[in-house]
């Protein structure tokens, strides 16, 4: 997700090991709005990185995402385990 106050630029991935990430939404204004808002609904942890956003943004839809973005989204898949936990009862 991009910073708040411009138009909102989100992406959302999905992730099936052991195949890599894939992008299966991306958008930016109303649609990246949209996209956020039902991550939220959902209760999908967002991670706001505008760089790797727009990096993101520019993957066809159901790409798995290429090697140079590797290391990025493994941080932000860790930042979910992460929020996934907390949510943990107990």
Do not use: C
Not at 3 to 17: E, N, Q
Not at 50 to 66: D, G, H, K, N, R
Not at 73 to 82: D, P
């Amino acid at each position: 997700m991009s910073t708040p106050g411009k138009r909102p630029v989100a992406v959302a991935l999905t992730y099936d090991a052991p195949s890599a990430p894939r992008v299966v939404a991306s958008g930016r204004g109303l649609i990246g709005q949209k996209i956020i808002e039902a991550a939220q609904v959902h209760g999908v942890p967002i991670e706001k990185n505008a760089v790797l956003a727009e990096a993101l943004s520019t993957i066809e839809l159901e790409t798995e995402i290429p090697e140079r973005l590797y290391v990025a989204v493994a941080e932000i898949l860790a930042f979910v385990l992460r929020a996934a936990e907390d949510k943990r009862p107990g």
